[in-house]
């Protein structure tokens, strides 16, 4: 069967009159989906780090080491890696509408099962099968969003849906510790995979792989989606072409994943440590900083979209934010190396984490950007750097720390990477799509 030709470039949606950015979404079904992937982002951010907050009363229920307790911490990382890719090729084979749903269960059951725990090894499972779950879940979203998104609305999408992440991030301590002081640890797993559940069984009710197949979708709202959206027209993936493309964004989500493992996991015991603080004096430092990552990938998002909108260029509206983003946060780290002020440290910390976010929708725009057929796939490629990094940085940077006996060497190997990571970004082209297969032409 033909493949349907593209009658509407991503230049020409760019240059099309912008009716007005609230009007994009109020009333479209559009705008529902971007609010279930909101949910989703926020809810799997807070499965990643809601353990860090009930570490120490786990710890001492089930009796684990240090060691024991770092080996689960480290579980989720290496299925959420390694199942990058084969989850966007799920995502593109069998459509986001079904993937989501069931990766949902899986990471719903994997939280609820945490609370079950009785042992190490009840424990590592549970967070090995959270990994499974996630791991499929950005690519899987990313498909979504290149289905229902028009190309000059995908920084948006992206920047908002993370935002909600980096959201989940800043709440996740505080929710944690309230329910907790409540009840107990298990039951803010408990809760939290009933709220999992709860999100799976709307998203398989609301969402559907064409727009068109949508009950409440306008013909005005369809005109929106180019060709290829409309038709959801899957060819074979050019892999030797698709590859070329994706690795140096998958080198770039690498540095920017090195430095926000480092933020995850890293900032709260330097605020510690380095300023010997208090639980909730240092925990209230680094929300604030967490906290300038939202507003980093709102800006991110809707920066790109604009410059898309006033160039016409691809190229232009992600390179810019990109490179902007990876050297503004080089940039701001920099001081942290040289002074000790608390107040300074923690504004250059959150203006660093502001400029690392800006980065983030772009990224993942990206996939969508060059692979608009294949974004699942092209997206799991593309966070495999972040897994990567999930799996090494925060173990280098801990060791680093031992063996220095400083925060000074991880901050400035952390922040040299950005600076690779920039220069890797100025050579990255959007506007060059993937060729369409000759027996689709």
């Given at each position: 069967m033909p493949h349907p030709t593209n009658t509407t470039s991503a230049s020409a949606q760019a240059t099309t009159p912008n009716t007005g950015f609230l009007r994009a979404y109020?009333?479209?079904?559009?705008?529902?989906?971007?609010?279930?992937?909101?949910?989703m982002y926020f809810i799997t951010y807070v499965d990643r780090v809601n353990i860090s907050t009930a570490a120490p009363f786990i710890r001492h229920d089930l009796h684990l080491s240090n060691t024991q307790l770092g080996l689960v911490l480290s579980a989720f990382a290496i299925p959420y890696a390694f199942f990058q890719i084969f989850g966007g090729l799920l995502a593109d084979r069998f459509g986001p509408r079904k993937l989501l749903f069931i990766v949902g269960i899986v990471w719903a059951l994997a939280t609820a099962c945490t609370g079950f725990a009785t042992g190490l090894a009840s424990l590592f499972a549970a967070r090995l099968a959270l990994g499974f779950g996630e791991g499929a879940?950005?690519?899987?979203?990313?498909?979504?969003?290149?289905?229902?998104?028009?190309?000059?609305?995908?920084g948006f999408g992206q920047g908002i849906t993370h935002a909600f992440a980096r959201l989940g991030n800043a709440v996740a301590p505080l929710a944690v510790a309230a329910i907790i002081a409540a009840f107990d640890?298990?039951?803010?797993?408990?809760?939290?995979?009933?709220?999992?559940?709860?999100?799976?069984?709307?998203w398989i009710l609301s969402y559907r792989d064409r727009p068109a197949d949508h009950p409440r979708i306008t013909e005005a709202e369809l005109s929106e989606l180019d060709a290829r959206q409309r038709a959801d027209e899957r060819p074979p993936i050019p892999w030797p072409a698709l590859l070329r493309r994706i690795l140096p964004v998958t080198a770039v989500d690498f540095a920017y994943g090195w430095m926000l493992w480092v933020y995850l996991t890293w900032i709260p015991s330097f605020f510690s440590e380095s300023y010997d603080l208090k639980l909730k004096t240092f925990a209230l430092f680094s929300t604030l900083v967490l906290l300038a990552?939202?507003?980093?990938?709102?800006?991110?998002?809707?920066?790109?979209?604009?410059?898309?909108?006033?160039t016409g260029s691809l190229r232009i509206a992600r390179r810019l934010v990109l490179v902007g983003g990876l050297l503004g946060s080089f940039v701001f780290i920099l001081p942290t190396l040289f002074v000790h002020q608390l107040g300074l440290v923690t504004v250059c910390l959150a203006l660093a984490f502001f400029f690392l976010e800006l980065t983030n929708p772009v990224l993942w725009s990206i996939p969508m950007d060059i692979a608009p057929e294949h974004a699942g796939t092209a997206g799991g490629l593309m966070n495999t750097g972040?897994?990567?990094?999930?799996?090494?940085?925060?173990?280098?940077?801990?060791?680093?720390?031992?063996?220095?006996?400083?925060?000074?060497?991880?901050f400035a190997v952390s922040a040299g990477l950005l600076l690779v990571?920039?220069?890797?970004?100025?050579?990255?082209?959007?506007?060059?799509?993937l060729p369409v297969p000759a027996e689709a032409a």
């Open positions: 109020r009333r479209r079904v559009r705008g529902w989906i971007l609010l279930l992937l909101c949910g879940s950005f690519p899987g979203a990313t498909q979504a969003m290149s289905r229902w998104l028009p190309a000059d609305q995908r640890w298990r039951m803010s797993f408990w809760l939290l995979g009933a709220v999992s559940l709860i999100w799976a069984v709307a990552g939202v507003v980093g990938d709102t800006v991110g998002g809707l920066l790109s979209d604009h410059l898309l909108r006033r972040f897994g990567l990094a999930g799996i090494a940085s925060p173990a280098i940077f801990g060791l680093l720390v031992d063996q220095t006996r400083s925060w000074v060497v991880p990571g920039g220069i890797i970004a100025s050579r990255i082209d959007p506007d060059k799509k």
